[in-house]
């Protein structure tokens, strides 16, 4: 299955001690990023994390995030009393006084002297059996992750096959016009000479002769045929599901080769325009085949 690389999922759960909530976001990126937020004595929740991601994806850049919330009967204050004494000597010293009861109880709004239900937080994170749970829960956020980014793929499958759809016809388009480039240049070419040559000094045999090798590089059958054969490539990788992205991406060059080369060669305007438009398309294609993982 196609997959995509953007994506949202929040898993959450409750406890006798509060509540949780896992949430996974997902954007696009060139390979497989991940970052993991939890609060503070929480860390083997980061490795837990970072160790099952690649189960479920291979690219995107990954922001994991954990919020718990204590309930308020199991919520409680504590004062940081070695950042107070640092905060206290430090105005004490700058001061040249010692400070008030009052200076000092404004101390304790700076960030991080107070620390509400930091105990309780670093207790729940010393329990294995805790972490373990919020380990499995946030692996859970990971696979719904997964199955939003694979929504997204199959969206992205209808309308790059569309555009794949839409790539063949206009190559059908300019198959048929390719066929009339040796009549075409053959007219220019008479013309051009019939107004130069007014007195008829050119040897016909090499008047043939320059315009079969002006037919030959005008022949765009070789291009047209890779494109063919690049759009077998391009629905076997589609059909192929993800891990693909780089290879769509690094197909979408290769079309965009041949549709440059087969401009180039044109001779006819509506030729011209069927590879202008083939163009369009593969940039189209190009453009989507970021979105994919």
């Known amino acids: 299955m196609l997959s995509g690389m953007t994506g949202f999922a929040r898993v959450t759960g409750e406890a006798e001690w509060g509540s949780w909530a896992w949430e996974a976001k997902s954007v696009n990126g060139r ?7 939890y609060p503070p004595g929480f860390d083997a929740l980061d490795r837990a994390i970072k160790t099952v991601a690649p189960k479920y994806f291979s690219r995107g850049s990954l922001q994991v ?3 718990i919330e204590m309930s308020a009967a199991g919520d409680t204050a504590t004062i940081n009393e070695p950042l107070l004494n640092t905060l206290v000597l430090a105005a ?10 009052e200076a000092i109880a404004s ?8 620390e509400v239900g930091a105990s309780n937080l670093r207790d729940l994170g010393s329990d294995e059996s805790l972490i373990a749970m919020l380990a ?4 859970a956020a990971l696979q719904a992750l997964q199955a939003e980014r694979r929504r997204e793929g199959a969206v992205l499958f209808d309308l790059l096959e569309g555009l794949v759809g839409g790539m063949e016809e206009l190559r059908e388009e300019a198959g048929r016009l390719a066929d009339t480039q040796p009549g075409l240049l053959k007219e220019r070419l008479t013309k051009q000479l019939s107004e130069l040559d007014t007195d008829g000094r050119v040897d016909k045999e090499r008047m043939a002769a320059e315009i079969a090798l002006s037919a030959a590089k005008a022949d765009v059958r070789e291009e047209l045929d890779r494109l063919s054969a690049h759009f077998v490539s391009a629905h076997e990788l589609l059909a192929g599901g993800s891990p693909v992205g780089r290879k769509i991406d690094f197909l979408a060059q290769e079309l965009n080769r041949e549709a440059n080369t087969l401009c180039s060669k044109s001779i006819s305007l509506d030729l011209t325009n069927a590879g202008l438009g083939l163009k369009g398309l593969i940039d189209q294609f190009k453009e989507q085949a970021a979105n994919v993982e």
């Open 65 to 67: 995030s954990l919020r």
């Open 92 to 101: 004490e010293k700058r001061l040249g006084m010692e400070l008030s009861g």
């Open 136 to 139: 499995k829960a946030g692996e």
């Open 107 to 114: 101390l304790m709004n700076v960030k991080g002297v107070v």
């Open 31 to 37: 390979g497989l990023d991940v970052r993991v937020n």
